[in-house]
């Protein structure tokens, strides 16, 4: 089995990440990371310039990544929330997945994937996107595991005075910035151990025992 992680927050070593890699972490399979910050991934043109070979023509890091998606068995795709919703480098890459569905059907059929939802206040909306994507492509959904993450916010340098950022909302008037309040993954151990059952969750689909 070939496990394939998609980090799409365009930081490094943060929430999406670190928990993408506690999934891959816990599967039987030959798993693969990658992250797709700085990465260049237009959105889908819809040209149907696809249509006829299943090959997007859209000269981008999506052309590389195209053999990896296709040779892997199951996915752990992993997203922020932006705005409520899932952030736009990751929906890129996700509706270039539509190349992959002409003609008789999805050449993604039947492939696996667990999805990691990361937010700064609300962590469930971006995994809920995703999820609504899979059908298309006809991936099957084996759950979905949500963290909070820390807002950019906590580190910009006025988290603290600024009425519009996350600080405002999740700290009290005045309450200073600690290592303590700032939302990490090392508080949030049961969550890991969530991440690491989503792993063991794909071993048990791919072996037929769960259907
Ligand atoms: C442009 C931007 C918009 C964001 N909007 C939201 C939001 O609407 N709701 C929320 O819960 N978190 C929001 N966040 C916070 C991120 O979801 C949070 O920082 C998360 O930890 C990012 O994932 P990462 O740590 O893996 O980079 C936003 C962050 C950025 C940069």
């Known amino acids: 089995m070939k496990v394939l992680g998609i980090s799409g927050s365009p930081r490094r070593g943060k929430t999406t990440e670190q928990l993408v890699k506690e999934v891959l972490s816990a599967t039987n399979g030959d798993t693969e990371f990658i992250s797709l910050a700085g990465k260049k991934i237009a959105p889908c043109s819809a040209c149907l310039a696809c249509v006829a070979d299943n090959v997007c023509k859209i ?3 999506m052309a590389w990544l195209r053999d990896k998606i296709l040779t892997a068995d199951a996915y752990v795709f992993g997203a922020p929330n932006y705005f409520s919703t899932l ?3 990751t929906h890129c890459f996700l509706e270039r997945f539509c190349q992959f569905r002409h003609r008789s059907g999805s050449a993604l059929a039947g492939k696996l994937a667990a999805i990691v939802s990361i937010g700064g206040l609300s962590p469930e909306m971006p995994g809920k996107a995703i999820e609504a994507m899979l059908p298309y492509y006809q991936i099957k959904h084996v759950g979905t595991v949500t963290a909070q993450g820390a807002a950019s916010c906590f580190t910009c340098g006025h988290g603290e005075n600024c009425s519009a950022g996350a600080v405002s909302i999740l700290l009290r008037p005045g309450q ?3 290592a303590e309040n700032t939302p990490d993954l090392s508080q949030q151990p049961g969550k890991i151990q969530e991440a690491n059952l989503l792993g063991k969750k794909i071993n ?5 025992k769960i259907v």
Do not use: M, R, V
Not at 204 to 208: K, M
């Open 176 to 178: 200073k910035i600690t």
């Open 59 to 61: 000269n981008d890091d």
């Open 204 to 208: 048990a689909y791919f072996t037929g």
């Open 87 to 89: 952030n736009s480098l």
